[in-house]
């Protein structure tokens, strides 16, 4: 079933023919927030798709990017770049291409699992106020449910609603592997991926901005990945465990 929004997400189109709410989503945008500006949160890019915001993703150093594979499945190198140091989409800022993609080698398309690329950009980053790069977690470190974390994006402001063109933030709480099992059976959370939300709904990520980053005390600890619908009651956003992929990206990325 998560095969078929996959398709829609590398072509922009996220409007996958499957009936509400079963069907998980593959990308975010952020649902009950607010407008944020760029400067808080610098590390924020927009991962453009042949010139058009079609992800987000989260500066690690000058020259590498963290986002999610499913961003990058099946898509040539050549056709991405980053927005950095721009609160608007599609505008302001600076562009820079994309030299090389690591996609996680065990991404899986089905199932979601691995869901992580690292981006090599074609030239270094000039840090300043509105582009600098965000902390990464330990191997394996533990983040408790409850914890108040901050997701960030671009887009849809309610499911089915408009995009919005200022950057948006919201915090949601972690929520523990258990719980999420429990709320998204017959799927599998695997140890990759951990989850954020509120019971009652109303505030996550929504379609559009997968790649995003889930950040804790200025920690990058989650990557938006998938969900049902958006906002709902009980089922909350999961997002790729940093934590749990520290290793591959010290890999990549020598970080």
């Known amino acids: 079933m998560i095969a078929f929004i996959l398709g829609a997400v590398l072509l922009a189109t996220a409007n996958a023919n499957v009936p509400e709410p079963f069907s998980p989503r593959l990308d975010g945008r952020i649902v009950g927030g607010s407008s944020v500006d760029i400067s808080k949160h610098p590390y924020q890019v927009s991962l453009l798709l042949l010139g058009s915001h079609v992800c987000g993703g989260a500066i690690i150093s000058e020259k590498y990017v963290v986002t999610a594979a499913h961003c990058t499945y099946r898509t040539s190198t050549e056709a991405f770049s980053v927005r950095v140091g721009s609160s608007i989409r599609n505008s302001g800022g600076t562009v820079v291409k994309v030299e090389a993609i690591y ?21 270094s980053l000039n840090f300043d106020s509105n582009i600098a790069a965000i902390k990464l977690p330990s191997e394996n470190q533990e983040f408790a449910a409850g914890i108040e974390s901050v997701v960030t994006g671009w887009g849809d402001t309610a499911q089915g609603g408009p995009s919005a063109d200022q950057l948006q933030a919201v915090r949601v709480p972690l929520v523990s592997l258990s719980d999420c099992q429990a709320a998204y059976s017959p799927y599998n959370i695997t140890d990759r991926m951990l989850c954020a939300g509120i019971k009652e709904g109303g505030k996550d990520a929504c379609q559009g901005d997968s790649g995003g980053p889930l950040v804790i005390d200025d920690v990058l600890v989650g990557v938006v990945s998938w969900g049902i619908g958006c906002a709902q009651p009980e089922y909350p956003g999961v997002y790729a465990s940093v934590p749990n992929l520290r290793s591959y990206i010290s890999e990549v990325s020598g970080i």
Not at 103 to 123: A, R
């Open 103 to 123: 996609q996680h080698p065990n991404f899986d398309y089905f199932t979601v699992d691995y869901d992580i690329s690292v981006l090599s950009l074609s030239s």
